[in-house]
């Protein structure tokens, strides 16, 4: 029988009275240890408080935040807070929802009478969430509780459907694993404007915010003065949020006394950011009942593997992930 060249390095590789390294097989499935601790509930605005930096995004939240985390409990001590996600209230009008919900698609030649769009937030507020940020403690990473806890997370939150729209899922999309479904990505809508206004107005490239802001303080303060002034002006005609809500009866008023920096980043969201846009179904939703079955207040974190993303939750099988078992 031959042995391959990953079998023969098998077994202790240095053994010295300083040293001792020895390489072992790998289970064919691993799971960390830690995982059975490993707990989702209800947050608090303080949870997120704990993690907000380690979110690749600003720590600005939603209309309407509720949360969701993830917590280490082995039964000594305070239960640690490793994980957070953070739920808004859905946005009025989205493309990509247009894509999965058609009957949601506002009428394109403005038939649409006041009732029918009361109707159409009445049905998103009660049946759609938005998943705004997830964020996991740096030191848990890797292990397979990202997914797990989303997939828990938005089970327990008691929604029909929660949505998505996520720049990293460009690049990592864990939340596939979760039972997310994506629309193909498209690039945002203002790039090709964007990739010309940073050439017209910087020597610096677009996406480059540290080079941006050097460039500009070095300016003449009267070419200053016209590119911020472009910069918020591209802002606020590219940026929806800026027109939608409230901010819709103030105009300008608002985008002209923003810090320039956080216009740049603004543009720079609007032109790179592009987003996806993913929907997830609630298994644990009766739809006959129209509404969503009782889940328990805690659920282990573990409970995901016992049964696939898009099957009712097995309460049944909770207390065989407990760590007494």
Not at 135 to 158: C, E, P, S, W
Request: with cysteine; hydrophobic share 35%; net charge positive.
């Amino acid at each position: 029988m031959t042995t391959t060249s990953a079998e023969a390095d098998m077994g202790v590789l240095i053994d010295t009275p300083d040293t001792f390294v020895e390489r072992r097989p790998r289970p064919a499935r691993h799971t960390l240890s830690l995982l059975r601790h490993v707990y989702v509930e209800r947050g608090t605005k303080e949870d997120w408080d704990q993690l907000h930096e380690l979110h690749y995004k600003s720590s600005n939240l939603g209309i309407g935040p509720r949360f969701m985390r993830c917590v280490l409990d082995t039964g000594e001590g305070k239960p640690e807070v490793i994980g957070v996600m953070v739920f808004t209230v859905p946005k009025p009008l989205d493309s990509g929802r247009n894509q999965v919900f058609p009957h949601m698609r506002p009428n394109r030649h403005g038939r649409d009478t006041r009732f029918v769009n009361q109707a159409r937030m009445k049905w998103l507020n009660e049946n759609i969430l938005l998943s705004s940020r997830t964020v996991l403690d740096t030191m848990y990473r890797g292990a397979g509780i990202a997914y797990r806890f989303k997939n828990i997370g938005y089970r327990m939150m008691g929604y029909r459907y929660i949505e998505s729209r996520s720049s990293m899922s460009r690049y990592n999309p864990f939340s596939i694993k979760a039972g997310m479904r994506f629309v193909a990505p498209k690039a945002a809508s203002a790039y090709d404007q964007g990739l010309e206004f940073f050439a017209k107005w910087f020597d610096t490239p677009g996406y480059d915010y540290v080079g941006i802001k050097q460039e500009l303080a070095k300016m003449p303060d009267s070419i200053r003065n016209a590119t911020e002034s472009a910069l918020r002006a591209f802002y606020y005609k590219h940026s929806a949020m800026e027109k939608s809500g409230e901010k819709r009866l103030i105009g300008t008023s608002r985008v002209d006394k923003l810090d320039i920096g956080y216009v740049i980043k603004g543009v720079q969201q609007l032109v790179f950011g592009a987003t996806v846009y993913a929907v997830w179904a609630n298994p644990d939703w009766d739809t006959a009942a129209g509404k969503m079955r009782e889940l328990p207040a805690r659920v282990p974190l573990l409970a995901f593997d016992n049964q696939g993303v898009g099957d009712a939750l097995r309460l049944d099988l909770l207390e065989n992930v407990s760590p007494c078992n």
